[in-house]
């Protein structure tokens, strides 16, 4: 599956016209309110709430959260080092919706051990989240290799590679057993280094698969 970054509200209407089966929210970078955006994306959609450090403060931040879990977002994805407050106010609100938490670790400058990396997978699940993520700066096959080599590790993950060198990671995650790949809704709206856009991806599996 792939999911639909938005970092912008411009982007969300024609990306729900375009079908999208799955988006992320970029809430940090959209800056509009949660209610302004759920109330116009269908109930066929899922959708991934993320309002990333930096723009606003840790109570905005949790409120924005709390507000898109209420207003029906499948998923909450939060960072690795986020707060142990913080994330069990996460977890109240999303066991009385059902929403599933996604504990992610980012690393922008380098892909590290595969030791380190199996810590990381381990460590988003023991921190209670239902689904890991993990991405990593990809300068080398190599690195490409110890991404993929986490798909051996039990539990429900998406891993990605960022940079140029990260694409086929990006374009192999959903063939290798990841819940689904991140893509922007164009070129040029990318929200991580090396994404692709859903379009490109698209064109790419229809190839591959025939379908």
Do not use: W
């Not at 840790?58 to 998923?75: C, F, N, V």
């Not at 070129?187 to 698969?209: C, D, V």
Request: glycine letters at 10%; a negative charge; charged letters at 25%.
């Amino acid at each position: 599956m792939i999911c639909t970054s938005i970092s912008n509200s411009s982007q969300l209407d024609p990306v729900l016209k375009g079908g999208a089966e799955l988006i992320e929210l970029r809430l940090d970078l959209i800056g509009l309110h949660p209610s302004e955006l759920y109330s116009k994306i269908p109930s066929g959609v899922k959708s991934i709430a993320t309002c990333r450090e930096g723009v606003y403060g840790e109570k905005e931040r949790l409120e924005l959260l709390k507000d898109s879990i209420e207003l029906g977002a499948s998923y909450v994805d939060i960072e690795l080092e986020t707060t142990e407050v913080f994330a069990r106010e996460l977890m109240a609100s999303a066991e009385k919706t059902g929403c599933e938490l996604i504990f992610s670790h980012h690393d922008f400058e380098r892909t590290p051990s595969l030791e380190e990396l199996r810590s990381k997978l381990e460590a988003c699940y023991s921190r209670g989240g239902v689904l890991a993520k993990i991405a990593t700066l990809v300068q080398s096959k190599e690195d490409v290799l110890k991404l993929f080599s986490l798909y051996s590790h039990p539990g429900r993950k998406v891993v990605l590679g960022m940079g140029p060198e990260g694409r086929l990671s990006r374009l192999a995650a959903p063939l290798l057993g990841s819940e689904f790949t991140f893509a922007s809704p164009s070129e040029g709206g990318e929200t991580a280094p090396g994404q692709m856009s859903a379009e490109q991806l698209k064109t790419i599996y229809k190839i591959l698969l025939g379908s």
